[in-house]
């Protein structure tokens, strides 16, 4: 089945930029979508089709795709930015499966 | 507004059936993909499983001997069963909505559910 690899943690200061990277074989021919997860709480989807915003997510969340990576980019970090993410892609040209990255866990210093 | 609302048993003898539902408000489960996802504690995302209005089913493959995911139209309701539990099946149970390349714009809370003797 396929494997999404997020890094476990990513640490950044207050105003800094955070990147989440999210590997996946040829993941650059898929749709990735990213979702903020807080403590005791559902998560929030904060970016779909590699690099879409929806409505009333702050521009600071972008996305991009290509190759083996995906990457979630968070600028002008702020303490409320304090999550786990999590990517995650739809398999649309064999068994119509999806599957969600390992996330990741990001502190803001 | 949206609104997804689990409901079922917290706690789950082992081997037993772990039987959820999920109330859809708001607008009707007519069209997208109706999903469960889990969550154990202090660990990642898994999808279970969806269903798509037409009557499509798909799970996990890791699950796919286990699950069944059904709707009550009627009800504007879909439940997850799934058998032969462990405690490997404890977690945190979601119900959502995901729409065209299964972006899930509508989850649920949440309900937390153990298996335990």
């Known amino acids: 089945s396929y494997v999404l690899t997020q890094p476990p943690s990513v640490s950044v200061a207050p105003g800094q930029t955070a990147r989440i990277t999210c590997g996946g074989n040829?993941?650059?021919?898929?749709?990735v979508h990213w979702y903020q997860q807080k403590p005791g709480q559902a998560p929030v989807l904060v970016v779909y089709?590699?690099?879409d915003r929806p409505s009333g997510i702050p521009e600071r969340f972008s996305g991009s795709n290509s190759g083996n990576t995906a990457t979630l980019t968070v600028s002008r970090v702020e303490a409320g930015d304090e999550a786990d993410y999590y990517c995650q892609v739809w398999d649309s040209s064999s068994d119509h499966r999806t599957v969600f990255g390992t996330g990741t866990k990001v502190t803001v210093l | 507004q949206m609104q997804l609302q689990e409901s079922g048993p917290g706690l789950v003898k082992p081997s037993e059936t772990l039987s959820l539902t999920c109330t859809v408000s708001?607008?009707?489960?007519?069209?997208?993909?109706w999903s469960w996802i889990r969550q154990p504690p202090g660990k990642g995302l898994e999808w279970v499983g969806y269903f798509y209005y037409s009557g499509t089913t798909n799970y996990n493959p890791s699950l796919k001997s286990r699950v069944t995911i059904s709707e009550d139209t009627s009800k504007n309701q879909f439940s997850l069963n799934l058998s032969s539990v462990t405690a490997a099946d404890t977690a945190v149970y979601y119900c959502a909505r995901a729409g065209y390349n299964l972006k899930i714009d509508y989850w649920g809370q949440g309900t937390l559910v153990t298996v335990s003797s």
């Open positions: 708001g607008g009707s489960i007519s069209s997208y993909y």
């Open positions: 089709d590699d690099s």
């Open positions: 040829n993941i650059g021919s898929k749709s």
